[in-house]
């Protein structure tokens, strides 16, 4: 089993109540010998509110400490999430280079300043409709941002649909997603596998598996593993399968970041 989560949160995210130490010490419980925190900042996600974006001061003060108590036990690295939307690409580019993250993931969770997870944006349209506005947007996000290295979750949206994956197949957004995975390949950045499609009762993590082959089959190369856990239960969430999943998607390594650098480990 893979023993690296690069996706976790704690209570720095507005969607968790656990502490990092409650997270480092389920992470150690469960035998990992790597993992990597990414809490949330989404500016201007307006469903949820500015007060819920953690205090990068104070994130830094509370994460290196733990990086020190449990040296001895686990590799613990410092990254953060953060919520792509095209007219926030300047204040991105300045915030993630003020701060000495290890790795950042881009992800779309909100599009048109509507958070996708309060479902909203689903009102009085179908499923196909969302979903490809959605896809739309990531592709003006990962043509513009620069300052990320992994897209995470692309397929996110599919959670919170009324019906789910039956409105979603890489062939039926192929050309979006085409485009979405040939910027993101020339500039250098990398795909997530994330695991908590499964968590959230769909058939595939994210992103489907033909997402995944396609990406390998058009040159990339970089692909991280998270489990998005919010508490100690989600951490490294059906791992297991990973390896096999990556595998059958045409890769024999993935990749885990240390100062925004890829650090390419051999599957088993």
């Known amino acids: ?49 500015p007060e819920d974006i953690f205090d990068p001061e104070e994130y830094f003060r509370v994460m290196p400490a733990l990086q020190e108590k449990y040296k001895d036990k686990i590799d613990m690295r410092i990254g953060v999430e953060i919520g792509l939307q095209p007219y926030l690409e300047p204040f991105y580019h300045e915030f993630v280079n003020k701060y000495p993250f290890d790795f950042v993931i881009g992800s779309v969770h909100s599009i048109k300043k509507s958070d996708i997870a ?30 990320y290295d992994v897209l995470g979750h692309l397929d996110y949206m599919v959670r919170y649909g009324k019906e789910k994956e039956k409105s979603y197949s890489y062939i039926k957004y192929a050309n979006l997603v085409d485009e979405i995975l040939k910027n993101v390949i020339a500039k250098g950045k990398g795909l997530e596998l994330n695991m908590a499609g499964l968590k959230y009762g ?50 024999t390594y993935y990749a885990e970041f240390r100062e925004r650098k890829p650090i390419f480990k051999q599957l088993s």
């Open 1 to 49: 089993m893979m023993r690296a989560d690069v996706h976790m949160h704690t209570n720095f995210s507005h969607d968790s109540n656990t502490t990092p130490e409650d997270m480092v010490k389920g992470a150690i419980n469960k035998e990992l010998k790597m993992v990597c925190f990414t809490d949330h900042f989404d500016k201007d996600d307006f469903d949820w509110g």
């Open 118 to 147: 309060h479902g909203e944006l689903f009102e009085g349209k179908t499923d196909e409709e969302v979903y490809r506005e959605v896809l739309e947007e990531m592709l003006e996000d990962v043509k513009i941002y620069e300052d």
């Open 202 to 251: 769909l058939p595939f993590a994210h992103p489907h598996p033909d997402v995944l082959k396609r990406y390998r089959e058009l040159g990339g190369e970089i692909v991280t593993v998270g489990a998005d856990g919010h508490c100690p239960e989600h951490i490294a969430w059906d791992f297991n399968k990973a390896n096999d999943i990556l595998r059958a998607c045409g890769f």
